[in-house]
C-alpha cells in the first residue's frame, strides 16, 4: 500500500548531514503557497532561471487542469519547515512501451526546487531530493502491481539524462529534435528498490 507521508532522507548541501523529510500529497493550497511564487526568488541570474526547462511551469494551474482525472498523483518533498524542496507528477494508468503488454507509471513532470540545483545555487540546500522522488514514483508503481515499472520524456539536458540512466533507466525513444523518452525496467526497479532495502 503507497500510503502518504512517508519519511525519507536527504544531504544538507552546505554540511552534508542528514536531513529528515517526508513524501506528502502535494495538493493545489500547497503548491500554490510552498511552489508557485516561491521556488525561484533565488539569488541566481534573470538568465540562468529562464534557461530551466521548468521555470514556466504553473504547478497549482497543472494541478487543477488534472483534479478529476482519478489515475493523476501528486507527491512532493517536504521539509520540518514545511517547505516543498521538489515535486512530481504522475499518472499510473499507462502501457509500457519497454516491456510490450504491462503496465507502467509515465512520470508527467519532476523537479526539485531551484535552491536545491547545484548550478544555481553553491551550495544547494538539500541534495538527494530528485533521487528521493523518482524512488518514491517507482515504489508505488512496484505496489500497484506494475513491477515497478516508470517511463518519462526528459528535458533536453546531459545532467538530466545522466541522472536516468544512473538509476537504471533505458532511452527508448528519440525524436527529431533529440528529446529522450526514457523508461525503467521491471527487472532494473526491483534491482533498485531491493539496493534501498525495500521489501521485493
Request: with cysteine; aromatic share 10%; proline share 4%.
Amino acid at each position: 500500500m503507497f500510503e502518504l507521508p512517508f519519511s525519507v532522507s536527504l544531504t544538507r548541501g552546505d554540511t552534508g548531514r542528514p536531513e529528515a523529510a517526508k513524501i506528502v500529497e502535494l495538493d493545489r493550497t500547497l503548491a500554490k503557497t510552498q511552489i508557485d511564487g516561491r521556488w525561484w526568488k533565488i539569488e541566481s541570474g534573470r538568465t540562468a532561471r529562464s534557461e530551466e526547462q521548468d521555470h514556466h511551469w504553473q504547478w497549482v494551474k497543472v494541478l487543477g487542469e488534472q483534479r478529476t482525472n482519478l489515475a493523476y498523483q501528486a507527491i512532493a518533498v517536504q521539509t520540518p519547515d514545511q517547505e516543498v524542496q521538489g515535486a512530481a507528477t504522475y499518472f499510473v494508468d499507462s502501457k509500457s512501451r519497454l516491456e510490450e503488454g504491462e503496465g507502467t507509471i509515465n512520470l508527467d513532470r519532476i523537479a526539485t526546487a531551484p535552491r536545491n540545483r547545484p548550478w544555481l545555487c553553491e551550495p544547494p540546500r538539500f541534495k538527494g531530493v530528485g533521487y528521493c522522488l523518482l524512488l518514491a514514483v517507482v515504489r508505488h508503481s512496484y505496489l500497484l502491481g506494475l513491477g515497478g515499472r516508470v517511463w518519462l520524456t526528459s528535458v533536453p539536458d546531459q545532467k538530466t539524462h545522466d541522472f536516468y540512466l544512473a538509476r537504471g533507466f533505458e532511452v527508448i525513444f528519440e525524436d527529431e529534435d533529440g528529446i529522450l523518452d526514457f523508461e525503467i525496467s521491471a527487472s532494473g526497479a526491483c534491482a533498485w528498490l531491493a539496493e534501498e532495502g525495500y521489501p521485493i
